[in-house]
């Protein structure tokens, strides 16, 4: 029996010891390549870029584009006002004050309510997504500075883990309390976030969706299993992904506005043939 312990401690310890040599070859090899700190502020008259490389080679930035998809696929290409491509070497930065009006009145409304990005092409074809927090004053801060949290990026995905706590909830055993523990925090960090910007339409729509957790997980605890509760996560989870996923609410946005000019236009056309016909 002992000789059985012994071996059991030992195959532990092989594992924790490869466990931990794996983890510090990983980050020893993204401390060895270039790591690039974006901070992107949106103020009312001024556009903020703020590029650091704190990697120990260089890299280049060879496009910015503004808003869109992956790969900034449908925004707004502003790579020739920023001065790309250029390149920052280890410990350099670079920062961008550009008008806002660089931007589509379209593109502003939907970066000036936080739904937008900043995406950047690097070297050798690699792309890197930062958020666009939009700052409720007209220009950057004459003295001192104003950086982006370093969560920004995590937060978008609270929505999925709302998602998360629902289908937990909906669980048996100890999943219940921790999907509603998680529910209820959500709705916590969401209520006392202060928006950087009174018209943060995400910051208020995560919030509402975080709210909407609750009753749609006490729904799932009373409802039996079935048809009705499959639907209702589902189209939780519809919403969680369009509100996680970067780029989606603003070319949904752009799509429904295309659509209302669409059918304006036919309606002045079916005036305008009613009017001539009556005429």
Known sequence: MAVDAWARGLAVASFAVALASLIWNVMAFRRGGSRLRVHAL??????????????????????????????????????????????????????????????????????ASGWDSLWLLLGSMRQRRAELLPVGQARPPTVGWRLAPRTAAAKRYLPLAAVLAVLAVSGNGAAVAIGWTVLLALAAVRAYAAPMRRGFGRLRAERRFCYLGLPVALVATLMPEGSPLVYLVLAYLAGAVVLAWPGAVSRLLEHVAAVRLQLRARSSRVSTADSESLS
Not at 78 to 92: K, N, Q, R, V
Request: proline share 6%.
């Open 42 to 111: 949106l103020y009312d008259e001024v556009l903020l870029l703020w590029i650091f490389n704190a990697g120990r080679t260089s890299d280049t930035v060879e496009r910015l584009v503004v808003g869109g998809t992956r790969g900034g696929i449908g925004g707004a290409d502003i790579t020739d006002s920023a001065g790309a491509p250029f390149a920052l070497g280890p410990g350099e930065s670079r920062r961008l004050e550009l008008p806002a009006t660089i931007l589509p009145s379209q593109r502003l409304a939907a970066a």
